[in-house]
């Protein structure tokens, strides 16, 4: 009698179930948002060119100089021995202050920090103060 002897390997056999497909549909559906920002930046267009680089001369100045100077028509100067820009004419063309202006600034006062401006910004500032000659 021989009796087989089943060595059964239990083999692990997994199912990658490979098979059943997903058949489900991704429908792309893309939003496109398009933002037109119909920015009507208004400046008037009659604001002239020259009026424009004052307005940046002035704030220029509001933000260095107005500690110490007057910018405008009528308030004496916060530093009283610091000349009101609307003077400044009254002392020179104030286009002679180009130069001054592009090499440094250097007044006869120690008070006065040098200032360096760039050739544009010099033109807005005296754009600028051509604005204060009557
Ligand atoms: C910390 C104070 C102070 C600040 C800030 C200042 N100044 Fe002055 N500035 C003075 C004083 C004080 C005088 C007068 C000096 C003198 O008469 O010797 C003067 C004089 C001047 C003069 C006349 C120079 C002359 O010889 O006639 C000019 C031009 C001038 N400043 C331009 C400027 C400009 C432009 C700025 C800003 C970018 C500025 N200052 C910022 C204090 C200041």
Redesign the pocket.
Known sequence: MRRAINTDVPGAARDLGAGGAATGRHSGIRWLVLVAVAASVGLPQHASAQAERAQRGLT??RV??A???SIDKVSPSP?A???PFRT?HQ?YPVET?EE??AEG?V???P???E?R?EPDQIGN?IAFLKTLEP
């Open positions: 220029f100045a260095n100089c500690r110490c100077h530093l021995v610091a000349p400044l002392r202050l001054a202006l600034i007044t006869g006062h008070t006065m920090p200032f401006l500032f």
